[in-house]
């Protein structure tokens, strides 16, 4: 994931809202990458770690559509 500063925002509303709809989402250890996601969603820099971690390719592909249309 490349995500820049001014896609923060939207990144994060639809990773939280993912999260809200699919309780197994992330697939791998969902708890803890929801409670790591909470301390890494506050710069491009950190939460691109996150997903780099976390999301598989078709999470990021999805995630990347949401963001950039």
């Known amino acids: 994931m490349h995500l820049s500063d001014s896609e923060i925002d939207a990144a994060c509303h639809y ?5 809200e ?10 708890g ?3 409670r790591e996601f909470e301390l890494m969603c ?5 939460l691109n ?11 990021c ?3 990347e559509r949401s963001v950039r249309g």
């Open 42 to 46: 506050g710069t491009a820099l950190s």
């Open 32 to 34: 803890e990458a929801k």
């Open 49 to 59: 770690v996150w997903c780099d971690r976390w999301l598989d390719k078709g999470q």
């Open 15 to 19: 990773i939280r809202r993912q999260m």
């Open 61 to 63: 592909r999805k995630l």
């Open 21 to 30: 709809i699919h309780s197994w989402w992330p697939k791998e250890a969902p």
